[in-house]
C-alpha cells in the first residue's frame, strides 16, 4: 500500500519548513535512506511541503513507517523529532493516493492552481527513478496523478482563476506604492517564482526589473527572458539601495539579507520604502528585517495568509476538481484491482483448462482422425471459455475482488500463485 | 439656528452613512454618492454659515463659530483632495468626526464679541488660524488611515483596512500636501495673531505666554520640524504619521480652549 508521511503549509509554519527543506546531494541521501524504509520511494521537497510517499507492505508498518520517516527528516535537517512530531501527517491507502493526486493537481497548493507544483513533483518522480526507488507502485500512481493534473487544469477553471503567490506580490506592492509605473524590481536568484512574480510586476508597470546571482551566467539568461538587466552579485547593496520592490528566491541555506545589510541599506535610501517577497525556503532574508521602518516583508506564509481569501471565492472549481480527483483514484485502484487479480485469474483458467484437456484427452479414443480430437479440444476450451466468462469479469471489476479471488485461490486450491496474486492486490489499500 | 441647520445635518447624516456602507462594501457607485451628497452638505453649510453672518453673526465671532468654520473647511479641503485622489476611507472617519463638530458648534450656548470683534487683523488671524487647523485635520485623519494600514502591512494582517484603504504611498501624499498647504496659513495666522494680541489695550509680551498660546506655538513647532524632516531628514510614513496627529492635537487642543473659553 502506498503511504504519505511529511509537512507542509497547512501543518508547519516556515520557520519548521525551512529546517526540513531538502535539496541537491541532501535530497539524493535522503531519498536513498527513504528506499530502505519502503520497498518503493519518492521524496517531494518544494517550498511549501516535504514529503516522503513510501510503498508499505502492509497496514502494520504505517506507524512505524512515520516513526521512521520523522526520523529521517529530523536526522538529515538537525531538527528536534518531538517538535517535529507536532507537524506531520500521515496518509495511508487510498488517502495517500488522493493526497497525492490533489498535490500534483495544485489543490493542496498554497496558491491553489499555481502551476509550478506538477514540475516539482514530476521532478521528484525523474529523480526516485534515476535513483531506481520506483516500483510498480509508485510506477503507476505517479503517471495517473500527472494525468488527473492534466485533467483539473483543462477541464475547471481553477487554474485559471487562481489567485498566484505571482499576482499577490503585485498586490501587496500595489498597497505600499500604488501606482507601480517606474517602480525598480530587484529579482535575487534564478529561479522559477522569481521569473513568474517579475514577469508579473512587469507587467503592472513596474520597471525597470534587475537581476542579480551568485551565478552570473543564470542571472543573465533570467534578465534576458524577462527583459531586465543582469548584475553582478557583488552588487546587491548598491542595487538593494536604488530598488523598490524586491523578489528574493534563491536556493540559500542561509538569509542572505540580513538585518544589519538592509538596516545600512536604509539608511542610504533615507527611508524610501522598501517591499521585501521572500519566496525562498529556507528564506532568504532575516525575519527581524521586517521589524525595520518602511521595511516591508513578506514570506510565502505571508502571502498565504493575503491568498487564503481567494480561494473561499472558487469553491465551485474546487468543487469541480475535487470530483475529478475521487474519479482519476477510482480509476487507479480499478485498474489495480485488475492488475492484482491477474495471478488468480491467471490460475483459475489454466486449472480448468487442465481439467477439460485431461478430460477430452481420456475421452479423445473414441475420436477418429488428428481433425475429429482437435476439434473435441477446442469445445473443452470453448466450454471453459463460457464457464470463465461472468467469474473473471467478476474478478476485474468487482468492487470486492480481492475477497473474491482469495475465495476463488480457496475454493479451487490455487496455491501456486497466492503470494504474487496477494502482494499485487497489496497496493490498492 | 440657521434654517438651513437640519438640512446640512441630514445631509452630513445621509453623506455619513454611504461613507460606512462603501467602507463594508466597497461599491464604487457609493463613493461617488456619498462624495456627491458630502459636496451638497457642504453648499448648504456655507449657506447655514451665510445666513448667520446676515445677522452679524460671523465665523469669528467666537468659539462656536469658528468651530463650525473649521468643520466646513475641513470638508471643502477634503473635497479639493478628492480630486487628485478619490480616498473614501478618509471621507468615512471625517464626515462624522466633522458633523459632531457641527452639532456641538450649534448646540454649544452662544458667546459675544469683545470689544475688539470687529478689528481686520484679528479676522485674519481667525480665518487663516482655523483654515490651517482645517487642513490640518484632513491630514490628521490621513495619518490615522496611515498608521492602521501600516501597522497591518507590518503585521501580515490583510483585513478591511487593507483591502479598502489607499495605498501608503497615497496618504503619505495627501499628508505632505496638507502639511504643504496648511503649514503657511497657520504661520501667517500667527503673526497675525501676534501682532494682534501686542496691539490689544491690555497686550503685551506676557499675554503671549498664555497656554493657548504656548499651545499653538508648539502644534506650529511640531508642523515645521515636520516639514524640514522631511526635506532634510527623509522623513516618510509612519514619523510624518504621528508628528502630524502631535501637531494635530496641539492644534485642536487650542480650539478646544477657545471653544470652552467662548468669546475670542
Known amino acids: 500500500m502506498l503511504v504519505a508521511v511529511g509537512l507542509s503549509h497547512r501543518t508547519a509554519p516556515v520557520e519548521v519548513r525551512e529546517r526540513v527543506a531538502l535539496s541537491g546531494e541532501a535530497l539524493e541521501a535522503a531519498l536513498r535512506s527513504a528506499a530502505r524504509l519502503g520497498s518503493e520511494a519518492l521524496i517531494l521537497s518544494t517550498c511549501n511541503r516535504v514529503e516522503l510517499y513510501l510503498a508499505a507492505p502492509d497496514d502494520r508498518a504505517t506507524a512505524e513507517l512515520r516513526a521512521a520517516a520523522r526520523d529521517l527528516l529530523a536526522e538529515n535537517q538537525r531538527i528536534e523529532a518531538p517538535l517535529l512530531d507536532t507537524h506531520l501527517y500521515l496518509h495511508g491507502g487510498a488517502a495517500a493516493v488522493r493526497h497525492l493526486f490533489r498535490v500534483a493537481a495544485s489543490l493542496d497548493s498554497m496558491v491553489v492552481g499555481e502551476p509550478q507544483v506538477l514540475g516539482q513533483v514530476k521532478e521528484a518522480f525523474q529523480l526516485a527513478q534515476r535513483a531506481g526507488t520506483i516500483g510498480p507502485l509508485l510506477g503507476r500512481a505517479l503517471p495517473r496523478a500527472f494525468s488527473a493534473a492534466k485533467r483539473v487544469r483543462s477541464e475547471t477553471e481553477v487554474a485559471r482563476s487562481s489567485a498566484s503567490m505571482a499576482s499577490a506580490a503585485v498586490d501587496l506592492a500595489r498597497h505600499i506604492f500604488g501606482d507601480l509605473q517606474g ?34 551566467e543564470r542571472a543573465a539568461e533570467l534578465a534576458a527572458r524577462i527583459g531586465g538587466a543582469a548584475h553582478p552579485w557583488s552588487e546587491l547593496p548598491a542595487l538593494l539601495e536604488r530598488c523598490d520592490v524586491v523578489l528574493s528566491s534563491t536556493g540559500a541555506a542561509q538569509p542572505i539579507l540580513s538585518r544589519e545589510l538592509v538596516q545600512r541599506v536604509m539608511r542610504a535610501r533615507r527611508g524610501r ?129 480481492e475477497a473474491l479471488a482469495e475465495a476463488v485461490r480457496t475454493l479451487f486450491a490455487l496455491s501456486e500463485n497466492d503470494e504474487s496474486a496477494a502482494s499485487v492486490a497489496r497496493g490498492r489499500k | 439656528m440657521s434654517p438651513v441647520f437640519p438640512l446640512t445635518l441630514a445631509l452630513y447624516a445621509v453623506s455619513c452613512a454611504l461613507y460606512m456602507a462603501h467602507a463594508a462594501t466597497s461599491a464604487d457607485r457609493l463613493a461617488r454618492s ?151 496659513l497657520f504661520t501667517i495666522a500667527m503673526i497675525t495673531g501676534a501682532i494682534w494680541v501686542m496691539r490689544l489695550p491690555d497686550g503685551g509680551v506676557h499675554r503671549l505666554l498664555a497656554p493657548r498660546y504656548a499651545l499653538s506655538a508648539i502644534a506650529w513647532g511640531l508642523f515645521a520640524t515636520l516639514l524640514l524632516a522631511r526635506r532634510l531628514g527623509g522623513w516618510r510614513g509612519r514619523r510624518a504619521a504621528l508628528l502630524t496627529l502631535a501637531g494635530l492635537g496641539a492644534a485642536l487642543c487650542v480650539v478646544a480652549i477657545y471653544f470652552l473659553r467662548g468669546p475670542i
Request: with cysteine; charged share 20%; proline share 4%.
Open chain 1, 273 to 401: 520604502w522598501l517591499c521585501i517577497i521572500d519566496i525562498a525556503v529556507p528564506r532568504d532574508v532575516a525575519p527581524s528585517v521586517g521589524e525595520l521602518e518602511n521595511v516591508y516583508l513578506y514570506d510565502v506564509d505571508a502571502l498565504q495568509e493575503l491568498v487564503k481569501d481567494h480561494l473561499a471565492g472558487r469553491q465551485k472549481e474546487a468543487e469541480a476538481a475535487e470530483a475529478i480527483i475521487a474519479d482519476e483514484v477510482d480509476r487507479f485502484f480499478a485498474t489495480e484491482r485488475s492488475l492484482g487479480a491477474v495471478p488468480t485469474i491467471k490460475a483459475l483458467r489454466e486449472h480448468f483448462v487442465a481439467v477439460a484437456r485431461a478430460e477430452a484427452h481420456k475421452v479423445s479414443g473414441a475420436f477418429e482422425g488428428e481433425q475429429n480430437r482437435r476439434a473435441l479440444q477446442a469445445l473443452a476450451d470453448s466450454i471453459v471459455n463460457q464457464l470463465l466468462h461472468a467469474p473473471l469479469i467478476a474478478l476485474k471489476h468487482e468492487e470486492q475482488s
Open chain 2, 34 to 184: 456619498a462624495r456627491l451628497v458630502l459636496a451638497g452638505a457642504f453648499l448648504s453649510h456655507a449657506a447655514d454659515i451665510g445666513a448667520l453672518c446676515l445677522h452679524g453673526i460671523h465665523p469669528f465671532v467666537d468659539g462656536r463659530e469658528a468651530l463650525s468654520f473649521i468643520a466646513w473647511l475641513t470638508v471643502g479641503a477634503y473635497l479639493g483632495v478628492t480630486l487628485r485622489h478619490p480616498l473614501p476611507l478618509v471621507g468615512a472617519l471625517l464626515v462624522p468626526i466633522t458633523m459632531v463638530l457641527h452639532v456641538a458648534a450649534r448646540l454649544a450656548p452662544s458667546g459675544t464679541s469683545g470689544p475688539q470683534a470687529s478689528t481686520l487683523l484679528r479676522l485674519l488671524h481667525i480665518g487663516l488660524a482655523t483654515a490651517g487647523v482645517a487642513v490640518f485635520a484632513v491630514a490628521g485623519v490621513g495619518a490615522l488611515i496611515y498608521l492602521g494600514a501600516e501597522t497591518q502591512l507590518k503585521r501580515h494582517r490583510f483585513g478591511a483596512l487593507f483591502r479598502q484603504g489607499p495605498p501608503l504611498a497615497t496618504l503619505d501624499a495627501l499628508n505632505q500636501t496638507c502639511i504643504l498647504l496648511g503649514f503657511p
Open chain 1, 183 to 216: 517602480k525598480e524590481v530587484l529579482v535575487i536568484g534564478a529561479g522559477e517564482m522569481g521569473d513568474n512574480a517579475a514577469r508579473h510586476l512587469a507587467a503592472a508597470g513596474a520597471g525597470p526589473l534587475l537581476v542579480t546571482s551568485r551565478t552570473f
